[in-house]
């Protein structure tokens, strides 16, 4: 298949917008097909077995299932951090199959944004250059990189601490950075393994809220968890098992589309019925 | 057409960014392998220095004495005995053009000095008795260390002056008034010691009386033995050149001339041949070094391994990764080699200073110590940053 990636960054953020311009009408932001990973063992571990999930643009994906049923095998999958061993994954219409490794990760510098549990922040530099650092892969000058650091550190509510280290800042905070550190290239999608897996509840609350606020901007989003409350409250949600998909709620109605409550704020609990959600509740 | 064909590596600025940040995270570990390198280049950017430095003040010592001095000496005849130079000779020396001074001295042939009579004849301690002209010491670039040289009126009696080996052979470091030796069965009073004659050793194991007296008492034939000739510095050349004809017209070849100071000068160039040794222990100080900045960069490939998965993520390319942990390794033994050189240089200047010697620290250490830290930072680091690179991204991210 031939493909082709932009070679600066601001064209990149053009033909994004060109392919997905008509939002979900063009190529799907990723299609894993059929896709199986096994790791050599014996006998060998069959991490996922013939995955199939087609991520739209715009949507926000739950994918659930219990620790070692294979969610972080398949972020790795869907982030071409790594390569199946059986079917096919595509990114933005690219096949990670065809692709060199040079090219995938130009790929991850331009079109996928990762958010991890540790957070991995390096802890002798500021928080922005943290996020700065999200850029640096894609060729972006320095000066550039820090002032759309700053842009993405307000889109977090962080802008006013640029220059603090992460030792300095909260759980929830330094996740906040990450976040934006995926953030700041304007991915297509954004893969999170259980972002709010090292938090308290009520900060995990408020990272949740983040990001629902950073999908109905449009960003295209996939959070792994093992917690099937949080798995619940997103519009369209995965369950996995055993390295097979066993459910999927598929692609959200438009007007289904927002993170649902969090079930502790529902009064009272039996009733379903959604209160309104404010993303300003940040606990954090 | 590739999707990466026009990917850029990281810029410069970024690479030093990346590897300052890096290093100081791990300060103190970043310090001490950083401090093998230092002393690896001190140690060579010192031995160079001080070897220059040494050299250095050794040829302005010798310019200080003068390198317009040349000797002319008797010579060997084909059949092995000496050639006397003729009585004739300082005289028509003394006649080239550009010539100022000239001064002999003349074996005493069959003398030997001793302490005592009572002293065995055998133990001469190999001085030599030497008649000597009256002027001899400013054209040797020495002086008197105690009591007086010879003159016209010490020239004609029984009296000597000890050269500076002589005195310390026979055991004289004071002279008592009235004190004298025992030379060729004759006693000698001793007037004066001198100081060292570096272009002169012959001087300095020399009993030296003055002609008339070598004559009277010694039965000196008279015939100078060595002549010493300052020139006018621009003439040396010519000069020597019209020495070896001159004091000997019928047997230039069996004339001995020579520039003691030219010679001196060539034992100072041999003498940085023995800095070899010290180059070498320099060189293993800059190899256990390398091993040291080897083993903390592999170190730290282990320790770093989410970080090393987190770039993957971020997007950088297994080059990207080499080259931040290379540029690690260069970055540390480039501070090494800065903070080598310095010490090293002040090492040399503080040894120097001491010992009145002009600083010199030759380019090649400098440049040659810093090139030495590069080198060895490239090769201690090339391993680590492949296993760096060669990481795969989930490995580095896997948590245990
Ligand atoms: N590198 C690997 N080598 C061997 N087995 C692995 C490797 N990575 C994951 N596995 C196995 O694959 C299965 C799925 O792992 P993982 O994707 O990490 O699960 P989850 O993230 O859902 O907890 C587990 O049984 C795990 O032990
Ligand atoms: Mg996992």
Redesign the pocket.
Known sequence: MKYTLPSTPDSYAVAVADDFAAGGAGVPVLDVDNAS?S???EPP?Q??REVNLTIGQGELVGIV????????????LMGTLDRPTGGRVQITGLDVATMADNDLSYLRATRIGFIFQQFFLAEHATVLDNVADGLLYAGVPLKQRRQRALDALDLVGLAQRPHARPTQLSGGERQRVAIARALVGHPAIVLA??PTGNLDQATGQSILALIDQLHQAGSTLVV?T?DHIIAERMPRKVE?LD?HIVADTGPAAPDDCRLRPSASFVQPPVSGHHSAFSIADDPS | MTATAGRKPLQLSDLARLSSVGLGTRKLRAELSALGIAIGVAAIVAVLGLSASSQAGLLNEINQLGTNLLTVSNGQSFTGGAVELPTTAPAMIGRIPGVHQVQTTGTVSGANAYRNPYIPAPATNALTVQAASLSLLPVVATTVAQGHYLNAATAQEPVTVLGAGAAQRLGIDRIFPGERIWVGGQWLYIAGILKPAVLAPAIDSSVLVGYPAASKYLGFDGHPSTIYVRAENDRVNRVDDLLAATANPENPNQVNVSQPSSALVAQADAKSALNGLFLGLGAVALLVGAVGVANIMIISVLERRSEIGLRRALGASRRHVAEQFLAEALLLSALGGVAGTVIGGAATAMYALSQHWSVVIPAMAFYGGIGAALLIGAIAGLYPSMRAARLSP??AL?TV
């Open positions: 990973r790791y050599p063992g571990v991490a996922l299932g219990p620790s070692g049923s294979g969610k972080t095998t398949l972020l790795q393994d259980e792994i093992h996995i390295g | 989930t490995e896997r």
